[in-house]
Nanobody, 127 residues
Framework: QVHLVESGGGLVQAGASLRLSCTASGRTFNNYNVGWFRQAPGKEREFVAI????????NYADSLKDRFTVSRDNAKNTVYLQMDKLKSDDTGVYYC???WGVGRSMSGRSEPEYGSWGQGTQVTVSS
């Protein structure tokens, strides 16, 4: 397993952009698929995006794929979530999670698939 730390959250106005980072410890981070999830106040946690261990495959929640972009820099042990044209509905705590990726098919929309989670970073979008 890997230890994950999210950063980059904050308070922004609607229409602004934010880039979240998920930084991992461990030398095998580049073998892990990394997903992003979010939890809005009073709601269940939901899938946002996933990127494969080698960065070649990405999947997004259908409602977010036009505004959010996931990427990674394995040399820096970091996965990014670029969020553009933010809306008040994007408010919530954003979590990254990791699951072994090499040799496995990439699904990643379900929380039980992941063995490592970060502590989350708060994103607040004011309207």
């Amino acid at each position: 397993q890997v230890h994950l730390v999210e950063s980059g959250g904050g308070l922004v106005q609607a229409g602004a952009s934010l880039r979240l980072s998920c930084t991992a410890s461990g030398r095998t981070f580049n073998n892990y698929n990394v997903g992003w999830f979010r939890q809005a106040p009073g709601k269940e946690r939901e899938f946002v995006a996933i990127i494969a261990w080698n960065g070649r495959s990405k999947n997004y929640a259908d409602s977010l794929k036009d505004r959010f972009t996931v990427s990674r820099d394995n040399a820096k042990n970091t996965v990014y979530l670029q969020m553009d044209k933010l809306k008040s509905d994007d408010t919530g705590v954003y979590y990254c999670a990791a699951t072994w990726g090499v040799g496995r098919s990439m699904s990643g929309r379900s929380e039980p698939e992941y063995g490592s989670w970060g502590q989350g970073t708060q994103v607040t979008v004011s309207s």
